[in-house]
């Protein structure tokens, strides 16, 4: 590691004929990433007995990697003082693209996992798709969100390495592609251990025929490369057709059959022919049910490939997976039609028929009749096979991802499972990587709690409960709120510089950085934003904190009600901008292309962490595990990790309202938002807003159809599905007394730092080791 400088500097001049003086960011880039891979043992901390977990996920949302490798190196403070050396700023890779290979909080928790598997020691593995573009850029045009292509291999991939040798033969009913292994170090803190991220990627089985130029093998070899390129081309291609919907299935079976192929070849190395030891070698660990395909695919290549009897085949398979659940919501489980199935992977579809008849043999040995057995159907009566079922029924763990997110399997979206086998079920509340989202993005604030109880927190976060024996100390909660001044100043200048727009950062920094989905309920801010809007302008609201509400979030690019809020909150904003009245207590912001780095700079500038959820609907969340850590009181509602939140912190550190999971059962039958509609002023004011021309929406019908969405329904849905007329006027409460409590600066910001120092059961690390224990059974 003592060499780094002297690489960086050498690779330069061999690679580029350049200076770092003289470097482009670039090139520069290429040559820290470069230098800093020679440090890397990829053999580190591996030994022959244990047990390899392997992670399998559409989604791995790993930003930018540069700086978090250099700091897990420890080479940071070397480049530090690189960089200073040669007058450069240490923020200089701030624009190279981040590899947004994942839609959110998935794609996160998946990067954080294998942050912290490394870290503490478990061989955990991922396996993914290595897209050739990410998560689309987002720009937004006359306040409508317009999308652009992610091109993040445009600066380079100097983190991974081409595997040509361990390329995979894949086999769809009607074509053969290769899966080529890109690899990418995990390295964890302090380097003791090494993981992999290995990603695939889609290649045809022959090159261009060149000599055959004008020939129609060359025509095929055209057709061919376009065809295998496809299914690795885009992050979640629109499944609004069937051929979005195949692409979609290819994607799933492409790298779940490819890294099956690969642990099967690994194992093989080692015991030959002998598959009793499998289960027992590796863990094998489903990120939803994007994986689900791998369970029929791993019993079909030990059937055809090594001879294997179903029986056999599926005691192995069960032994091996587990399956983590990331929602509550029906829609969202994934099913596939077995026309569609059989269309794409009919080789793999006989296998889901043995694994449904074993099902049905079970479930007749447990007394349950034909009739009730239908509930549990992997391949129901209208032809369509559900992907959670399959899972639940072939692996041994099911897990939920927050305590209430469990509670609500177990009691209601999967009961029928939990009753037959509650063994299986288990919870283990997400985490994230305390070295990415406090040592890295708030260097400030991580050398204060250094400073104060040691550095110890970096791999065991639980130490940052020793920081509330300074609670009451007024000297360090004002040096706490300094911190904090400082990130949203740092935070006001990165918004100029982005979007071009001046924020004052004496203002309240109220913030909800998310997915844009209907149930995270971004319109239910956007109403109570109009509603303080409209008392400051009658009077009805006094001494109020001047507030700047930040959001930031993509819809995706077929969901025509989310582009409707995101251009709904734009018009809120360009309002507000242009009332002289009320444009110096209150500003609206929607930043653009929010992804992983600019996370980085929102998190640690928060005051307030809007986590608003329907009560029931978000699992987890992590987002707002980072803002706790940073040192933000939560808003939100009693849904999700927020409540593990709250039992750590304490809800009077922390802003909760609105309905909860047992009120809404209790009125989920007779909910008419009209009623609240029609006998409330304010609520009617601001949901007319949709419709009486105070907004414009070009035409487009998007505002009409979502004020139908919240009073009428849909064919899919009844009115106001995500009760945000139910939870308007608590929640405006609770954001006006979190705006009154912020005048008294000592007592708002000690709730903040109580916030940080109870944050230690959300590290990804605790979550890991839970998983390595309870599931993996690994040491």
């Known amino acids: 590691m003592s060499n780094f400088k002297t690489n960086v500097k050498t690779i330069l001049e061999l690679d580029y004929s350049t200076t770092i003086k003289e470097a482009s960011t670039i090139q520069l880039y290429n040559a820290v990433s470069k230098a800093a891979m020679q440090t890397v043992n990829p053999e580190e901390g591996i030994t022959a007995k244990e047990k390899k977990v392997c992670y399998l996920s559409a989604e791995f949302l790993i930003g930018r990697l540069v700086y978090n490798n250099l700091l897990n190196l420890g080479l940071l403070n070397q480049f530090s003082e690189l960089m200073s050396e040669n007058n450069i700023d240490i923020r200089i890779f701030e624009d190279i693209e981040d590899a947004a290979l994942g839609n959110g909080g998935l794609g996160r928790l998946a990067a954080c996992f294998l942050d912290s598997g490394a870290t503490i020691n478990v061989r955990l593995n991922g396996y993914g798709l290595r897209y050739k573009y990410g998560l689309f850029k987002q720009y937004f045009e006359d306040g409508f969100q317009m ?57 045809p089985l022959e090159n261009f025929n060149f000599e055959a130029f004008n020939d129609s093998k ?29 692409l979609r299935l290819k994607q799933q079976y492409f790298f779940s059959s490819a890294s099956l192929q690969d642990i099967i070849r690994k194992y093989k190395n080692v015991f030959g022919n002998d598959f009793s030891h499998f289960s027992s070698e590796y863990a094998i660990q489903l990120n939803d049910t994007h994986p689900v395909v791998a369970i029929p695919e791993l019993i079909r290549l030990f059937m055809e490939q090594e001879g294997m009897t179903f029986a056999k085949a599926f005691k192995i398979a069960k032994e091996t997976f587990a399956y983590t659940n990331h929602t509550v919501m029906a829609e969202a489980l994934e099913k596939w039609w077995v026309k569609l199935f059989k269309a794409v992977i009919p080789n793999v579809y006989k296998y889901v028929v043995m694994i449904h008849k074993a099902l049905l043999k079970e479930l007749t040995s447990l007394g349950i009749s034909e009739e009730d057995q239908k509930k549990y159907y992997i391949i129901d009566e209208n032809d369509l096979i559900h992907m959670a079922r399959l899972a639940i029924y072939a692996s041994h763990s099911t897990n939920g991802v927050a305590w209430i997110h469990t509670e609500i399997l177990k009691n209601d979206a999967l009961h029928e499972w939990y009753e037959i086998y509650p063994e299986r079920f288990n919870n283990k509340t997400n985490g994230i990587t305390q070295r990415r989202w406090l040592a890295l993005a708030n260097m400030e604030l991580s050398g204060f709690i250094s400073d104060k109880i040691g550095n110890s927190w970096i791999t065991d976060l639980d130490k940052l409960k020793d920081l509330e024996k300074f609670k009451d100390d007024k000297a360090v909660i004002k040096q706490f709120g300094e911190i904090k001044n400082i990130k949203k100043r740092q935070l006001a200048d990165y918004i100029k510089k982005q979007e071009g727009i001046e924020i004052n950062p004496e203002f309240i920094f109220d913030i909800q950085v998310k997915r844009l989905h209907e149930y995270k309920r971004q319109l ?154 029609n006998s409330n002023p304010r ?26 969405s919240l009073l009428k329904g849909a064919s899919w849905h009844k009115p106001d599905n995500y009760y945000l007329l139910e939870d308007l006027l608590p929640y405006v409460d609770a954001k006006l007394q979190a705006n009154k409590d912020y005048s008294d600066t000592y007592a708002f910001r000690r709730k903040c730092f109580i916030n940080t120092a109870n944050a230690g059961k959300f590290s990804s690390d605790r979550t890991i080791n839970d998983y390595a224990v309870d599931i993996w059974k690994v040491k």
């Open 683 to 708: 609520i009617k004011r601001v949901v007319d807003t949709l419709i009486d021309g105070t907004f414009d929406d070009n035409g487009t019908g998007m505002f009409k159809e979502l004020y139908d």
């Open 147 to 203: 999308e652009t292509a992610d091109d993040w291999l445009k600066c380079g991939d100097p983190w991974s390495v081409r595997k040509e040798e361990d390329k995979i033969l894949i086999e769809f009913k009607n074509q053969s592609v290769y899966a080529v292994p890109y690899d990418t170090p995990v390295i964890g803190y302090g380097a003791k251990t090494v993981n992999t991220l290995r990603l695939w990627q889609a290649e």
């Open 524 to 677: 239910l801010n956007a109403f109570s934003i109009l509603d303080i809007y409209y008392g400051l302008k009658e009077g009805r609201i006094k001494d109020f904190n001047p507030t700047v509400f930040i959001f930031g979030a993509k819809a995706a690019p077929g969901y025509f009600r989310a582009k409707g809020i995101i251009k709904f909150i734009n018009e809120i904003g360009k309002m507000i901008s242009e009332d002289k009245d009320v444009n110096d207590k209150l500003q609206v912001v929607f930043v653009h292309n929010y992804n992983v780095s600019y996370a980085e700079k929102i998190t640690p500038a928060a005051d307030f962490s809007e986590q608003i959820s329907t009560a029931g609907t978000e699992a987890s969340g992590t987002g707002n595990m980072k803002f706790m850590l940073n040192g933000a009181v939560t808003l939100g509602t009693y849904d999700g990790a927020n409540v593990e939140i709250v039992q750590q912190a304490g809800e009077e550190n922390n802003y909760i309202f609105g309905a909860r999971v047992e009120d809404l059962e209790k009125i989920k039958d007779s909910y008419d938002p009209n009623v609240l509609y």
């Open 218 to 246: 060359y025509e095929k070899s055209v057709k061919d490369r376009i065809d295998a390129e496809a299914i690795t081309s885009v992050l979640y291609p629109n499944d609004n057709t069937d051929a979005g919907k195949k």
